[in-house]
């Protein structure tokens, strides 16, 4: 940057004030130049002149028109010619930089940078000025000692026609006080080029001052103009730091623990529920590496344990809070972790029951009906007769595609059904069970809640899953490991947009909490969504009722630690796209250092942000036009917001920015040597030993040194070993038939979830998916083929005084249609459902599928939240039924519901019409006639809106 400008420099001694000789003596010539070595140095003495005086100037050998430069000189005032303002006038003595040499009598002064002595409260001080009236002060100048006086001149924008008008001052500094200095001024209007410097005397210097100047320099670099060796590059810092061992597991702590605490907290039935034999329980106990902190310490110093027999010696507890301090050493084959043990029926292997034999053989269709029947028996009850044609064709076609029935053309049932199943408006309907599991919106939630632009993508691939009967096993491993299988294909990448629906705090400064609060995001809903366990408990402790551990949570977690959230480019000019990212990224990231640096010098404290919106506004005109055009290419480029992992990632993709105020860091290195440690109490700031992926070990060790993680973790889940998934999937197609699970607590197959009211059929059911190759649509024909399904819903006294709640399926049980199938049926009905068959989601107002509405946590479509629709901030296994008098007020008087109606009544033409559209039926004598009457009175328009508010048009029958 100053490669024109000499670095070091000594001034020529033009106009200074020499000592006289004695004036009666001869001169005697002396050869040019004194021949020096590195013991001798040069020191300029400068007297005044009671004016304005540069009696030692000079000019740049390349004006200087940089960001910063920095400026050194020592100064040594003699004590016998220094005066205050209280004994005369005080002192004033700069150093000077300017666009102009100048002559002896040139001020220098005026948006002029000044760095030197001058008075002010009666003191002389070393100051810092552009004009007389804008100064700033720092320590008072003392006689017969030797300052170093450091300066930084530098802009605040960056250019060359920009001004040099931020100033700072230290006096004595140190290698450490870059970012203290003693005295900081700034001026909008100073100079914007240095092409001279000199050092000034004034008024206020006399004739007889004597002030000695010496060790002159100029640099651009703060390190140099302090004459320190280059800083050695710094190595990364572990996230925690291992104390040295100093006490032995089973020599020193061992014992102690085996005299003074086994007694009573060890086995599975410990005092107080507190185990001192195994490391996880232990931890919550202590704090590792603070001894001070943990409270089996603080128990101890308060003398509460042990509770009977002597005391704990000195030595013992010097001992226990070394053991700590260093880390909680533990011998696992001295005391090893338990693995956790249970009989609860959803953790035994699936073993395939055989189909009961019953009595009721003629009303078998599948044998499903079997299971059912044998129930039915047991419990003396018996079944509805089948619905009606018109009833299950209206129940088939909102149940599978969320929509009214197309008209009847005699299909027989099976037919329809088929046709319902490859019928993209399958897709659409389970699609959208499924992203209630999958917590899927469009917006990183939290304060910051911004929009997800290509988060639609994962919604698209669901639907099409769906549609294409995607085997569940592929279903599961695209979404849990997309990114690391091969060959790449895109649709697996944007599958991982499951893992990449957990919220993200932008709002998030600490980025140990922001990953964490991702990652327990995922560890929670990957285990309920797919194995039907509630891992939460875990985080903090070892599960109070299943057989899960505080270590099997953190190993959970270990599985996703080294991926992250971002848009993942997909487009097949990936390496076009590496490099428009990078350039972009760099400019970026020069702009953010720039600004960093000026906040620095301004005296802001660390650490320092800078949001990016700030960035970009602090960018240079032609940095910002570069920077817009490469924003506008990357934009082009086809992405998805998706889970990706540079480290196990099958193939090398970009990430391209995403917009977030403060986002978790981006580079492959703050991920590669990431290691997963299990946290006390759930904390991240309380770090425990390191943990490396696993399964929980009820279930069967894993193995070691996995190079691609979510692949075995995904793999495991679909295997033999595993008894939860295939159990899972079936109860969940079951709830999305019946309104119920088989077990009820779909989400929650652990000891506190609900029992199965079936759990032979669940286990033949899950044999059935796992034999079909994890055929979905097999499990659909098994359930829609039956007796059980095709009942009606007709009352029956003495059944319902058995089993009031139809927990048996004596009955068909009605139930009410969600948000988007209510919104949905409206608008095909009333003629208006466009088709849109994915791509971008699309406003409130518009007449699509509800499945492709734009979805922003916190600002769901207000018809989704009035019906209970998921948030899209947790799992939601099973939405709620309310009844609120908001729900009738929105299908009467809203301006949707209103503008259905109306164009219900174009569409249909007559009230005749008018029914079979909205019931698939002819309309009975009695309602023509109920109708016809509020027709006559308030018009065709009225009569339509009573028939969408109607409890045959609103549930599926």
């Known amino acids: 940057m100053l490669n024109t400008l000499v670095r070091k420099f000594l001034f020529l001694s033009v106009g200074i004030v020499l000592l006289p000789l004695r004036a009666d003596a001869d001169e005697i010539p002396l050869q040019a130049g004194w021949k020096t070595n590195g013991l001798a140095e040069t020191r300029y003495v400068i007297t005044g002149t009671e004016s304005r005086n540069n009696p030692l100037r000079r000019q740049l050998e390349t004006p200087f028109t940089g960001e910063e430069l920095?400026?050194?000189?020592?100064?040594?005032?003699?004590?016998?010619?220094?005066?205050?303002?209280?004994?005369?006038?005080?002192?004033?003595?700069?150093?000077?930089?300017?666009?102009?040499?100048?002559?002896?009598?040139?001020?220098?002064?005026?948006?002029?940078?000044?760095?030197?002595i001058h008075v002010a409260n009666d003191e002389n001080h070393f100051m810092a000025r552009y004009t007389s009236s804008r100064e700033k002060h720092a320590d008072v100048l003392e006689g017969d000692r030797d300052y170093l006086i450091v300066a930084r001149l530098w802009k605040s924008k960056p250019g060359a026609d920009?001004?040099?008008?931020?100033?700072?001052?230290?006096?004595?500094?140190?290698?450490?006080?870059?970012?203290?200095?003693?005295?900081?001024?700034?001026?909008?209007?100073?100079?914007?080029?240095?092409?001279?410097?000199?050092?000034?005397?004034?008024?206020?210097?006399?004739?007889?001052?004597?002030?000695?100047?010496?060790?002159?320099?100029?640099?651009?670099?703060?390190?140099?103009?302090?004459?320190?060796?280059?800083?050695?590059?710094?190595?990364?810092?572990?996230?925690?730091?291992?104390?040295?061992?100093?006490?032995?597991?089973?020599?020193?702590?061992?014992?102690?623990?085996?005299?003074?605490?086994?007694?009573?907290?060890?086995?599975?039935?410990?005092?107080?529920g507190v185990r001192l034999d195994v490391l996880d329980e232990v931890l919550n106990q202590t704090a590792p590496r603070n001894a001070d902190n943990s409270q089996l310490i603080k128990l101890i110093v308060e003398g509460e344990m042990p509770p009977e027999g002597d005391p704990v010696t000195d030595e013992e507890l010097i001992a226990l809070k070394t053991w700590i301090d260093e880390g909680l050493d533990w011998d696992e084959q001295l005391l090893?972790?338990?693995?956790?043990?249970?009989?609860?029926?959803?953790?035994?292997?699936?073993?395939?029951?055989?189909?009961?034999?019953?009595?009721?053989?003629?009303?078998?269709?599948?044998?499903?009906?079997?299971?059912?029947?044998?129930?039915?028996?047991?419990?003396?009850?018996?079944p509805n007769p089948p619905a009606d044609p018109l009833t299950l064709r209206r129940r088939l076609s909102l149940d599978l595609r969320g929509l009214?029935?197309?008209?009847?053309?005699?299909?027989?049932l099976e037919q329809i059904i088929e046709q319902h199943l490859n019928d993209r408006a399958y897709g659409e309907r389970w699609g959208r069970h499924w992203l209630d599991i999958a917590r899927w919106a469009e917006s990183n939630g939290h304060q910051h809640n911004r929009m997800r632009p290509y988060a639609w993508r994962y919604r698209d691939w669901v639907i099409d899953a769906f549609h294409s009967n995607k085997p569940f096993d592929e279903f599961l491993r695209a979404q849990i490991a997309g990114d690391e299988l091969t060959p790449f294909d895109p649709d697996n990448i944007i599958?991982?947009?499951?893992?990449?629906?957990?919220?993200?705090?932008?709002?998030?400064?600490?980025?140990?909490?922001?990953?964490?609060?991702?990652?327990?995001?995922?560890?929670?809903?990957?285990?309920?969504?797919?194995?039907?366990?509630?891992?939460?408990?875990?985080?903090?402790?070892?599960?109070?009722?299943?057989p899960l551990t505080i270590r099997d949570y953190y190993r959970m977690q270990a599985f996703f630690t080294q991926g992250q959230p971002g848009n993942v480019v997909i487009a097949e000019q990936r390496e076009e796209a590496k490099q428009l990212i990078a350039e972009r990224w760099r400019i970026f990231?020069?702009?953010?250092?720039?600004?960093?640096?000026?906040?620095?010098?301004?005296?802001?404290?660390?650490?320092?942000?800078?949001?990016?919106?700030?960035?970009?506004?602090?960018?240079?005109?032609?940095?910002?036009?570069?920077?817009?055009?490469?924003?506008?290419?990357?934009?082009?480029?086809?992405?998805?917001?998706?889970f990706y992992s540079p480290i196990s990632a099958g193939t090398d993709l970009p990430v391209a920015p995403h917009e977030m105020r403060w986002p978790l860091p981006r580079e492959k290195s703050s991920l590669e040597n990431r290691q997963t440690m299990l946290l006390v109490r759930g904390d991240p700031m309380s770090k425990g030993p390191t943990v490396d992926p696993g399964w929980p070990a009820v279930f069967g060790s894993t193995p070691e040194n996995l190079v691609q993680p979510r692949t075995a973790l995904a793999d495991w889940m679909t295997s033999s070993d595993n008894p939860l998934t295939a159990r899972v999937w079936v109860n969940r197609i079951w709830q999305w038939h019946f309104g119920r699970g088989i077990v009820e607590t779909s989400s929650d197959l652990g000891t506190q979830g609900a029992k199965p009211t079936h759990p032979e059929l669940l286990d033949w059911l899950a044999s059935e998916l796992?034999?079909?190759?994890?055929?979905?649509?097999?499990?659909?024909?098994?359930?829609?083929?039956?007796?059980?399904?095709?009942?009606?819903?007709?009352?029956?006294?003495?059944?319902?005084?058995?089993?009031?709640?139809?927990?048996?399926y004596w009955k068909w049980a009605p139930r009410r249609l969600e948000a988007e199938a209510i919104r949905d049926s409206m608008l095909v009905v009333s003629g208006q459902l466009e088709t849109f068959a994915g791509g971008p989601s699309r406003p409130e107002d518009a007449h699509c599928r509800s499945v492709y509405l734009r979805q922003k946590r916190a600002d769901l479509p207000d018809q989704q939240l009035l019906f209970d629709s998921a948030q899209g901030i947790v799992s939601c296994a099973r939405r709620r039924v309310s009844t609120s008098p908001l729900q009738p007020l929105w299908l009467l008087n809203s301006e949707f519901a209103q503008q259905a109606a109306d164009r219900l009544a174009q569409h249909a033409g007559s009230l005749e019409e008018a029914v079979q559209l909205t019931f698939g039926r002819p309309a009975t004598d009695v309602e023509m006639q109920l109708l016809q009457s509020l027709a006559d009175e308030y018009g065709l328009t009225s009569a339509c809106l009573t028939l969408l508010n109607a409890h045959e048009f609103l549930y599926i029958p």
């Open 770 to 808: 796992i034999d079909s190759d994890w055929n979905t649509n097999h499990i659909h024909r098994l359930i829609l083929h039956s007796a059980t399904y095709q009942q009606s819903s007709q009352s029956s006294p003495r059944n319902a005084e058995i089993d009031p709640e139809n927990k048996w």
């Open 495 to 546: 599958a991982t947009g499951f893992l990449s629906s957990a919220r993200y705090s932008g709002n998030e400064l600490d980025k140990e909490i922001q990953r964490n609060d991702i990652l327990v995001d995922l560890v929670n809903t990957t285990s309920k969504a797919f194995l039907g366990i509630t891992m939460e408990c875990a985080q903090c402790h070892t599960h109070k009722f299943d």
């Open 162 to 272: 920009q001004p040099f008008d931020q100033l700072n001052l230290w006096v004595d500094p140190v290698a450490d006080d870059e970012l203290s200095p003693d005295a900081t001024i700034s001026q909008k209007n100073a100079i914007t080029t240095i092409a001279a410097v000199g050092f000034s005397t004034g008024a206020k210097t006399e004739y007889g001052d004597r002030i000695e100047v010496w060790d002159m320099g100029l640099s651009d670099s703060w390190r140099e103009i302090l004459k320190l060796p280059p800083q050695e590059e710094t190595t990364s810092v572990p996230e925690v730091m291992v104390a040295e061992k100093t006490v032995h597991f089973e020599k020193d702590i061992y014992p102690i623990l085996k005299s003074r605490c086994f007694s009573c907290h060890t086995g599975a039935e410990p005092e107080s």
């Open 404 to 412: 009214p029935p197309e008209p009847d053309t005699g299909k027989p």
């Open 336 to 382: 090893p972790t338990p693995t956790p043990q249970t009989d609860h029926w959803a953790f035994q292997p699936i073993a395939r029951p055989e189909i009961p034999d019953v009595l009721n053989k003629s009303w078998i269709q599948t044998p499903v009906d079997a299971f059912i029947a044998a129930r039915h028996e047991e419990q003396n009850l018996s």
């Open 589 to 642: 990231d020069n702009v953010h250092h720039r600004m960093v640096e000026v906040r620095r010098r301004q005296g802001v404290p660390e650490p320092i942000y800078v949001i990016p919106k700030s960035v970009e506004r602090g960018m240079r005109a032609d940095e910002k036009a570069r920077y817009n055009q490469l924003n506008q290419q990357i934009a082009e480029l086809e992405q998805s917001w998706s």
């Open 70 to 116: 920095y400026l050194r000189y020592r100064i040594r005032y003699d004590a016998k010619t220094l005066d205050t303002p209280l004994q005369d006038e005080g002192e004033f003595f700069v150093f000077w930089l300017d666009e102009q040499e100048g002559t002896d009598g040139s001020t220098h002064s005026g948006n002029v940078p000044n760095i030197g």
